[in-house]
Structures are given as C-alpha cells and as structure tokens.
C-alpha cells in the first residue's frame, strides 16, 4: 500500500525503503482500470482463429486454412473477430461460404460477440435450421444472432488450458499498463477457477467479477454468498436487454435506417428487468445491464430510476451507446453509472450512420453529455476482446474521436469530446468508484494500493505526436513490477 506522499520540494526526508524506483523524468499515473472487459474471452481467443482485421470474407477463410495447416488434428474450428462491416460487400456470410471445411465444425464469433457465422456440420449436430425458432434471437443461412448462439454447445476445456491462457492473458493486462479490471459477466466454474488462481499467487490483478445472468449461477451465490477477498469482488451480476448494433440486435425506437421494419432484439423485457432488479437489492448485489439502442437505454434508465437514492447500490448502464438528449437527465440518479467504451465509437463510426440514419447518429456516443449529466460519475472500458485491450487507445479516442490515423480531422461527433483529465479519472477513480473500490485503488492517496502505470509522456501535453510516441514504461501493481519495457519481466 502507500504508505506516504513526501513533498520533497519542502525538504521532508525519504523514508527509509527497502528498494526505490527513480522515475528518471517518466510519467507516473495511478494504475489504469478497465471498467468492462472479457478475461476469459480474451484468454481464449490467444489460441483460436483471430478475424480481426480480416477485410473480406475470402481472408477470413484463408486464415481458417491457415490454422487448420497448423491444428490438423482440432475437430472444432473457433474463431472471433469477423465484421462484415470492414468488407467491400458489406452483407452476411452463410453456412454455405464454410464449405471447404466439410470436415470441421467451424464456429466464428463476431466482432461484437453478438454474432456467430458456423458451418453446416455445426447446424446439422444441434438440428438449427431457419425456421429454429428462439426467443431473443435470430437465425439466417448459418448465422446465428444473440440468443440464436446458445443453441450450440462448445466443447468444454480443461482446467489446465485455462489456466496456462488466463495467465498469459494476465501478461498482455500488465504490458499495456492494466492494474485491475471488471469481468463482464462469468459462470461459477470461471469464477471459482480464477479464486484459485489468485489465492496461490499466480494472477496477480485485482478482479471485479460481474456473475453472469444464469439462474444456476445467481442460485450458487444466493446460497454461498458473494466473495470479497483483496483481489476478487463478487457482488454484481451482469444482464442483457438487447443486442448489438453492427449485428442490428440492438433496440431502438425507430427501424434500422438500412433495415426497415426492424428494430433489434429485446433480450430481457421490462418485467423481467424489474424482477431482476429487486432480486438484486434484496440480495445486495450491484446490477450491470447491457443495453446499447435508444429504446433499450430507456427503459433500463426508468428501471434504475426508481432506486432508492439513499442505499449505495451503483447500479451500471454497460455501453450506452445510444440515447435520446432528454434521457441523459436519468444519469443525475446517484445509483445510475455508465460504464462506457469510448474506443466503440472510433470503430463504429464508418458505418454507425448506416444503421440509425444522419439524424440519429448525432443521439450515439453521447459520451460527454452524460459527463455532464452525472457530474463526471463515469467509468471507461474497452469491452476487450471486442475491442484492443489497450487503454490508451481508450483514451485517445475519448479525448480526440479520431482512429490511431488521427481520422476525422475534427473528430467524430467530436462536440462530444472529453477532456484528458476526465479520461483519465475514468479510466482510474472512477473505475474504481463503479467497482465499489474507491477506497482500495485508483488514486495516488495514502492507504491506496500501490498500483501505478508508468508511461513515457505527459497525457496533457497538446504534441500532435502524443499517442505515436506514448508507450507503458512499467506497471507496478501492490508494490511490484509486473510489466518493465527495459528489461525481461512481463510481455
């Protein structure tokens, strides 16, 4: 922990210190947090097929070869990261497309995790056919759309792959300066697997752990109760009202502008949020809900709205990625926290106003207006692996709205730009705050832990050159380094 802050400019004397740690005219900041990530999504796409990037369907295909040259014996085929968005034809892939790989069962999840596009040996062994029908969900020629992608079973993996993936996962947090996060929605097998991982000393960072929407999952922790150790909180629980955008599941009040006639997929109606939302105060936990179109903001917003606003709960609107200008009066509650991804609106916004229309667009990404209508009360993430781990690519495009090429010139809807010292404390108090560990982590304050993120740049400097020339010098987490860019320790 901290034990003290010294003003050496007023001659105070150093405490004497076992080790000490010269900053050499680097930058020390409190250890960045991500508010909203998917540790196991990501530990698991480390050895799947990476889309990512993938510009068409043919370069999809052709890195599916690629990994079945070098997995020959694999019978399942998983990989993450395809949007259709990025390609020139900008339409669906079908089952038919994955006709090469007869011998396979091929399993590709979007970008968004909203989306799975599979092969016909995969329709074929669970019986989904375009007539299946599923509440929540949608089913077109081998795509599979939100609850549509329940209906298959994955194979389950080992304890020790996990193990080994979580780990190496934990070494990508620390190199791009991550010192805690929160987990977006986990079983109770993951749960209890990452407990023991941390209670022998292997992963190291601090986890805010969301359970998932489950009944046999909110069953288990009814029963043994939440946990609350120095590096796992379990006292949340994560829910879904509708879909995402680039996959057209999420819920809006008016049709898709390039979809008419539709209007998204609700996952939870109102009745079922609200049951949802008095089971959790009874039972003391924090409730984070997903919603990303106007119409699913709003309603999860009139939900929470009927708080008590004395009792701390901090229940979390995740993404709020669409509002109408009136409903950002509901985030003066004191129990309403957006939990936000600025990096979403720098990856959507080629094709955004595609799906709401020139009107609409200007109600998406409204991130500085709900700063201003929760008095700053908002926490930053990047919803990785749906988007890079990095939480400086969080902030750059919070503070600039512009890709790492520095486009828009002015910005994207760039009225809705944040200030450097906003980001940052939503991406470190703030964080914290909506993890309920403001008094543990994410400031430099006495009795903090000493997690730090050391970069070489000052984040308030106007060099137009600044996230070219930003990198993490090391993370320290509770006093240890974790991540040194000058010599082996960390990746």
């Known amino acids: 922990k901290i034990a003290s802050i010294i003003d050496h400019s007023g001659g105070q004397e150093y405490p004497v210190a076992k080790s000490t740690l010269s900053l050499n005219g680097q930058h020390l900041y409190p250890g960045f947090i991500d508010a909203h990530g998917h540790l196991f999504g990501y530990a698991r796409t480390l050895s799947t097929v990476n889309l990512i990037g993938a510009a068409s369907k043919q370069e999809c295909i052709e890195r599916i070869k690629t990994y079945i040259r070098l997995h020959p014996n694999e019978e399942w085929i998983i990989g993450r990261g395809w949007d259709q968005n990025d390609w020139t034809e900008q339409r669906y892939p079908s089952a038919n497309d994955l006709a090469a790989f007869s011998e396979k069962y091929v399993y590709l999840t979007r970008i968004d995790g909203h989306a799975a596009w599979v092969n016909q040996p995969v ?12 509440d929540g969900g949608q089913i077109m020629d ?16 080992i304890n020790r792959y996990w193990r080994t993936a979580l780990l190496q996962a934990q070494d990508s947090l620390v190199k791009y300066g991550l010192t805690a996060m929160t987990d977006a929605g986990l079983s109770t097998h993951q749960i209890l697997l990452l ?7 292997s992963f190291k960072l601090f ?80 409730l984070c809900v997903h919603a990303i179109g106007d119409s699913a903001h709003h309603v999860l917003l009139e939900s929470f709205n009927e708080l008590d606003t004395i009792a701390d ?46 009107h609409r667009i200007h109600h998406a990404y409204s991130y500085r207006r709900i700063f201003n209508a929760a008095n700053e009360r908002v926490a930053f993430g990047t919803d990785f692996p749906i988007e890079h781990i990095d939480p400086l690519a969080t902030f750059f495009a919070a503070t600039t709205r512009q890709d790492k090429n520095h486009w ?35 400031s430099i304050a006495i009795g903090q832990k000493a997690n730090f993120t050391l970069l070489n740049t000052n984040l308030w400097s106007e060099d137009a050159a600044l996230r070219e020339r930003t990198q993490v010098v090391k993370t320290i987490v509770g006093g240890q380094v974790l991540y040194d860019s000058n010599s082996n320790k960390g990746r």
């Open 142 to 157: 081998g795509i599979l759309i939100d609850n549509a992608e329940t209906l298959v079973t994955l194979p389950k993996l």
């Open 207 to 286: 986890v805010n752990a969301m359970i998932s929407n489950h009944e046999e999952d909110l069953q288990y922790f009814e029963n043994h109760g939440p946990i609350e150790k120095p590096l796992l909180r379990v006292k949340s629980v994560k829910a879904y009202l509708d879909g995402a955008l680039g996959s057209r599941g999420a819920l809006l009040r008016d049709p898709y502008h390039d979809l008419p006639d539709h209007y998204g997929l609700p996952l939870l109606s109102p009745e079922q949020l609200d049951v949802l939302r008095e089971r959790c105060v009874q039972n003391g936990w924090q």
């Open 408 to 442: 828009p010139e002015h910005g994207f809807l760039p009225e809705q730009e944040i200030s450097p010292g906003m980001a940052i404390r939503a991406m470190t108090r703030e964080a914290a705050y909506s993890a309920f560990g403001e008094d543990t982590y994410g």
């Open 195 to 201: 407990d023991s991982l941390q209670e022998e000393g």
């Open 313 to 358: 709960l901090r229940f979390r609107v995740e993404h709020a990625q669409i509002m109408t200008p009136e409903d950002s009066a509901f985030y003066a509650h004191p129990n309403i926290i957006a939990s936000v991804q600025p990096t979403h609106a720098t990856s959507d916004m080629y094709w955004a106003e595609d799906r709401l229309g020139p």
């Open 123 to 134: 329709l074929d062994a669970f019986s989904i056919t375009n007539e299946t029908k599923v």
